[in-house]
Every structure is written in C-alpha cells, then in structure tokens.
C-alpha cells in the first residue's frame, strides 16, 4: 500500500516512513492512497474471526512489507496477552444501545489498544535495523500514559511525554509520573494541551532538530494507530450483528471517530458517525454548521477532549475537499488564521456520514447520574458524553464507545454519584510511587533543551 500526504499528493511513501515520521514534510497528515474495501464475502469471513485474528487481518493490509505476517501475527497476540478481556474489548448491551468497553488495557483507556501494538512496531523495527529513536508526545491525559507503558524498558527508545501542568487528573498524572524506566520523560508544560500538541508539532517541523534526534511520534495523527483502532468498529459490528449500526464517539483530536470513518469507508456498513464533544465543541459547530472557528480551550471535567485543535480533521477535510491537496494546503493556512467554515455542499458530504452533539458540565454529570441510577454501571466522563449525544438526538441501536474506565477520574464521578470507583488492584501501586516529572514553561527553545540534555 502507498501514502500520500494530505498536503503533497504527488509523493507517495511507504508504511514505513509513515510510521516512523508521523508527519509529512509539508506537516501534512498521512493517509493511503486507495483505501481496500471489504465485499460482503470478506465482510462475513471477518466475522467468524476472534479479535486478534480480525486485527491481523486489517492490520496486515495496511503494513506492507514493513512486518511479514507471522512476525505480525506474533507481535499482535503479545501486544494484546496484557489485556484483562481475552477479546481486547466487551460489548455491553443496555436498553436499545450498546457500551463498547475499550478500557480493559494496562492504562485504562482505549488509547492502550494501539499504543501497545505500536510499542511492539518500534521495538520490532528498531531491533531490525540497529537503530536508536526518541519518541516526543503531546497528551490530555491518556496517551501520555498508554504510550509509557507502551515503551517503558523498550531498549534503544527514549520517551518524552508532554502533558499540560495541573490539567489532567492526578489518577492520569500518576500513570504517567510513576514509572521508574529510565527511558521515560514527563515533561509538565505550563500551557494546555493545544500548546503541548504544537509544541511537539514546531519540533516536528524543524527537520534540522527532529532528525538530529531522530524524532518519531505516536500522537493520535500516526497513522498506525487509526488502523489499529479500525478494528474494534469490525470487531464491535460483528458481535452485535445487526444492520445499520450508528456509533456514539467521544470525540477530542478525531482520531477515534476517524478510524470508525475508515472502517465505513472499507465497506463496513455503519449508519452514522455521531462525534460527541464537551464545551469544547469546535467539531460539533463544524459539523453541524461549518463553523470551524477555534475558540479559547475551556478546562472540563473531561480532560481528554480538552481540545480546539482536533488534528485529524485534517485527513477528512482531504476526503471533503476532493482529494485536491493543494486546496487542503490553503484550508489549513486560514484554519491558523481562525478565518475557515466549511461552504454548503462541503457541510452536505460531511453530514452524510457524521452527525454531532456537545454537552455541558451539568449534562456530563447528570448524565453519570442517570446511567447508574437506571443501570447500575458507572461510567466516566468521556463516555458520558457518548451517552449523552445519543440520548440528545434520539438515536436507538448506537453503540457508545467507553474511552475510559471510570476509577481515572474519581473526582468527577464523586461530584455525580458521591462514590469512589477504585483502581483496579493491578494498578493500585501508583498511590505510594514517588512521581518524576519537570516543569517546564511554554516555550520552544527550553523543551528542545530539555530533549537534547537528557539524551
Ligand atoms: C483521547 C481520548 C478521547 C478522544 O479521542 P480522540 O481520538 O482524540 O478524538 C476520548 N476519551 C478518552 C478517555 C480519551 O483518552
């Protein structure tokens, strides 16, 4: 399979580079250029599969001969033996709707689904190659600790993990600050997390620094991880077994919903995406009614999708505007001026496969409430919003992704139900470790400083 960049069609790359560098040279956004559809023969045939033989069956399409099948098929089943569900993630059936567990992994959030196999890809490749790599992130929370864990010990790979100081949870932060590897960086940056997020972008960009370093990336734009979260849309589709399925996506970067959008895309007969944000609702006004103007970040009890920058736009955006690269090209140069809205037939496209909804603090809480009041579960913030949108829009037969499980955000959910959801014994020990991290100010210069002294 090649890729192409969403700014550069022109040049076409393997999945190899793609996975290494993240982002384009032009800081474009990889995607392939002709997508594999699935008929319904081989849609019925994924369906018999258990969830590690359908992800090698998705997976393998994209990777080329970066891995072969076997050494893939290996990497997959280890990467997955650390999972507390055999089938990586649980379908719970609740009235009309469906819960989709993707929190069952050793950081307790979906991000760990992709972020262990990716783990594995480094370490594969740079083991391969005689290579040595520096992995710099930006995170809201939860990928800072899914790709720690991911690549804590890993020989040759150092990571260097940017989260916004004082703006995460202290469960998400403990995840993070507690590991002893030596390969591991916390960086806590006075700023939010669109300030990490281009922080680690301007170092991207600066050729000069990324590869004297020899930077790579697994922020939610790697490629990598959006086929590995493909999997669980199939996965989830299929355990159900009915017709016309929408999908309810807590929603942040887009990276998750994105991947539901591939896995319609490669012939997977989903009805509607619906993206659900927090008051942070830049991709609700968009998709509701174009409007795409980035407003200040507000600080939500859903600290994940604290964000006004939702990077993966971008690769849509490509597919909305007619694969015309150099259309996207200019599009992103008016989205930094905050001077973008998506123009009517635009809107029209993008409505036919997405739908959305926002909620206030009040919402997310009440929606807490409701849920365990009606169901006796407990759900956390960011799954709430899921549950939220779909109850807005009246939609029956959605399936709800669980991003998180709920004990990562105790304070919230004390605030709904006045009970403390406990971490899971396996992960317990994060309350007695001393945490490790260094503050650092919003600024360019002292980070890349920061990098290069501690390499
Ligand atoms: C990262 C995250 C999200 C948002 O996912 P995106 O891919 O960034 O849209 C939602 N919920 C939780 C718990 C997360 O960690």
Redesign the pocket.
């Known amino acids: 399979m090649n890729y192409i960049s969403t700014r550069n069609n022109s040049k076409k790359v393997s999945f190899e580079h793609v996975f290494l560098k993240g982002l384009s040279e032009e800081g474009g956004l990889f995607i392939p250029e002709k997508l594999k559809k699935f008929n319904n023969k081989e849609l019925k045939e994924l369906s018999n599969l258990n969830y590690k033989n359908l992800a090698l069956s998705i997976i393998k399409i994209f990777t080329g001969n970066f891995i072969s099948e076997l050494d893939l098929k290996k990497l997959i089943y280890k990467s997955y033996s650390n999972f507390r569900e055999d089938n990586v993630v649980k379908v719970n059936k609740f009235n009309q709707n469906y819960l989709l567990e993707l929190y069952h992994g050793p950081t307790l ?3 760990d689904v992709a972020m262990q196999l990716i783990g594995n890809f480094y370490e594969y490749y740079l083991k391969k190659n005689s290579k040595k790599i520096n992995i710099v992130v930006a995170t ?4 800072g600790a899914a790709a720690i864990d991911a690549i804590r010990g890993k020989k040759n790979i150092n990571i260097f993990v940017l989260h916004p100081n004082n703006k995460i949870s202290s469960i998400q932060r403990k995840l993070m600050t507690t590991t002893e590897d030596e390969n591991v960086f916390n960086l806590a940056i006075n700023g939010n997390f669109d300030d990490c997020q281009n922080l680690v972008k301007s170092m991207f960009s600066d050729i000069s620094f990324s590869n004297s370093i020899n930077m790579s990336g697994v922020n ?1 734009i790697n490629w990598a991880r959006i086929v590995a979260q493909t999997v669980y849309y199939f996965y989830s589709y299929f355990q159900i077994g009915k017709e016309n399925l929408s999908y309810s996506v ?8 994105y991947a539901g959008y591939v896995a319609k895309q490669m012939g997977l007969p989903i009805d509607k995406l619906i993206v659900a944000t927090n008051q942070n609702d830049i991709l609700h006004r968009a998709i509701s009614n174009g409007d795409y103007n980035s407003k200040k970040v507000e600080e939500t009890i859903s600290p ?2 604290d964000i006004q920058v939702a990077s993966n736009f971008e690769r849509l955006l490509y597919d909305l505007y007619s694969k015309n690269s150099e259309k996207v090209k200019s599009i992103m140069m008016s989205i930094k001026d905050n001077s973008f809205s998506i123009q009517r037939d635009e809107l029209k496209k993008l409505q036919s496969d997405f739908i959305s909804e926002r909620l206030d603090e009040n919402e997310i809480l009440n929606t807490i409430k409701d849920f365990y009041e009606k169901f006796n579960i407990i759900i ?1 913030p ?1 799954t709430a919003i899921g549950v939220g949108a779909v109850k807005k829009l009246d939609i029956s037969e959605a399936v709800i992704l669980a ?2 499980h709920p004990c990562k955000f105790p304070i919230a959910i004390d605030k709904a139900i006045s009970k403390t959801e406990k971490l899971p014994g396996s992960i317990d020990y994060i309350h007695n470790k001393e945490e490790k991290f260094e503050v650092i100010s919003n600024d360019l210069k002292k980070v890349k400083n920061y990098i290069i002294n501690s390499i």
């Open positions: 959030a979906f991000k809201s929370g939860d990928t939610s807590p929603t942040g970067n887009f990276g998750d919903v994940s999708m956390d960011h991003t998180a």
